[in-house]
């Protein structure tokens, strides 16, 4: 069993749903990252987070440390939100640079 | 805004070739990093360095090597090149240790290697 997982592992919505993507994980961790992936291959980081609720514009990334469980929601999907969502987390047993990579969920928006 | 530059993109070998892929950043960042992306996987970590001159291996280091003369540059070598190895490789950099700090990510390297 992998130590982070995700899910669902693909995702189709229609323009202007609400979108949950799923992150799970099985260690205690530190941190915990949501990243994006570009369909063109590009990575950027969303969301760090180690309790709580944070939001930017219209993606709200949630955990819950007593569960091991994170989700990152989109409000209001556009096409253009249409990537591959990347959960990380960094173990309290491993050192500083180390972070562990869900596989990621594929997420298409359709118009 | 330059911040994390790969070379090259894109780039085919022959088993037992070697070539270096080049990482640039230019945030003054400490850490920094370099993954590879398989099909069905999670990025995993290969080596990274904490400053110049220091390097550590990550989780899959065997047929890498990394060096850091400088702040700026992190190149990773295959000697060797096997299909395996065939794979997409990111580059990130990040101002603390990557687990504590959000990182920044090169636009990858497909390397294909035949």
């Known amino acids: 069993k992998n130590e982070v997982e995700q899910s669902p592992q693909n995702l189709t919505a229609q323009e202007g749903e609400f979108i949950t993507i799923n992150c799970s994980y099985s260690v205690g961790i530190s941190a915990l990252h949501w990243l994006q992936q570009h369909p063109g291959g590009g990575i950027v980081s969303l969301f760090m987070?180690?309790?709580g609720k944070k939001k930017h514009g219209r993606l709200i990334a949630t955990i819950n440390i007593q569960e091991k469980h994170s989700s990152l929601h989109i409000t209001a999907s556009h096409p253009r939100d249409s990537a591959v969502y990347i959960c990380a987390v960094r173990s309290r047993e491993t050192s500083g640079s180390r972070l562990t990579f869900g596989e990621g969920t594929q997420l298409t928006v359709n118009p | 805004n330059a911040g994390v530059t790969q070379t090259p993109k894109f780039q085919v070998l022959k088993t037992g070739q070697s070539m270096t892929l080049q990482c640039a950043q230019d945030m003054n960042h400490e850490y920094m990093s370099w993954y590879r992306q398989d099909p069905g996987m999670g990025l995993r970590l290969i080596h990274y360095s904490v400053g110049a001159g220091i390097t550590d291996q990550g989780e899959v280091p065997n047929g890498y090597n990394v060096s850091r003369s400088t702040t700026e540059d992190f190149p990773l070598r295959l000697l060797s090149a096997a299909p395996s190895q065939t794979s997409v490789y990111f580059c990130?950099?990040?101002?603390?240790?990557?687990?504590?700090?959000?990182?920044?990510f090169g636009d990858g390297t497909r390397l294909s290697i035949l």
């Open positions: 990130a950099s990040s101002q603390g240790p990557a687990g504590n700090q959000p990182q920044h």
């Open positions: 987070l180690s309790s």
